[in-house]
């Protein structure tokens, strides 16, 4: 059941840099989708989110877009700071039922100094 | 602010024992969830829970597995006989229901030996 994708395993990238990471999905049904953000031993963070009805959400420096046709999303993070290495979800609520959510394998950022 | 909590924090027993773990969601939230992330696979679904019953649940969640919400603000997850197939990351999550975003607890780490 992949129905949210993560095809990268790992991204690194400098200090200051933008950190790109990308998710696709297959469900066309998928109506809202979430970032999380997960350090080691923790749980996932709530990161930023958006819906279906938007293409862009953005929050400081961190913004979402959503390509609909390509049931594509990334998220942009800038300028990537050491503090945001860690491993990224994006996830999607399959709605119905208890609106569980579905999630990719994840990326490892690293931000390097 | 208000965070979901979840002891033990690691829990080691051995198969075929019973295991309760635990969880405090966030107060004024009425959707519960448990989901676990075995050691290099993605989280996924386990149980969602609202008004005292199950709302939905995965085939992972077969009749080892039961929830309950005791009193005002525990939610547990009972693994009645553990095989060594359930050693994962547990993590709970809890939601308002007015958003998609559900907020998760730093999770139980279960070892069964």
């Known amino acids: 059941d992949q129905q949210v994708k993560q095809n990268s395993p790992s991204l690194s990238v400098q200090e200051g840099r933008i950190s790109i990471l990308n998710c696709d999905y297959t469900n066309s049904m998928f109506d809202y989708f979430l970032w999380y953000k997960k350090y080691p031993a923790e749980g996932p963070t709530f990161l930023i989110s958006?819906?279906?009805?938007?293409d862009k959400n953005e929050d400081g420096r961190f913004t979402v877009f959503l390509n609909k046709s390509a049931k594509h999303l990334s998220l942009h993070i800038v300028p990537s700071q050491p503090g945001d290495s860690a491993v990224y979800f994006c996830?999607?609520?399959?709605?119905?039922?208890?609106?569980?959510?579905?999630f990719g394998t994840g990326t490892q950022l690293k931000v390097e100094l | 602010e208000p965070e979901v909590t979840q002891t033990p924090s690691h829990q080691v027993t051995q198969m075929g024992q019973e295991v309760i773990l635990r969880c405090v969601p966030i107060s004024n939230h009425l959707y519960f969830y448990w989901y676990r992330q075995i050691l290099g696979q993605k989280v996924e679904f386990l149980v969602s829970f609202y008004n005292n019953e199950i709302s939905e649940k995965s085939e992972i969640f077969d009749d080892q597995f039961s929830v309950e919400r005791p009193d005002g603000s525990n939610f547990t997850l009972k693994i009645r006989s553990t095989k060594l197939e359930d050693s994962a990351m547990y993590f709970c999550?809890?939601?308002?229901?007015?958003?998609?975003?559900?907020?998760f607890g730093p999770g139980t780490r279960l070892t069964v030996t």
């Open positions: 958006i819906s279906s009805i938007k």
């Open positions: 999550a809890s939601t308002g229901g007015r958003t998609y975003e559900q907020y």
């Open positions: 996830a999607a609520p399959v709605t119905g039922g208890g609106n569980k959510l579905t």
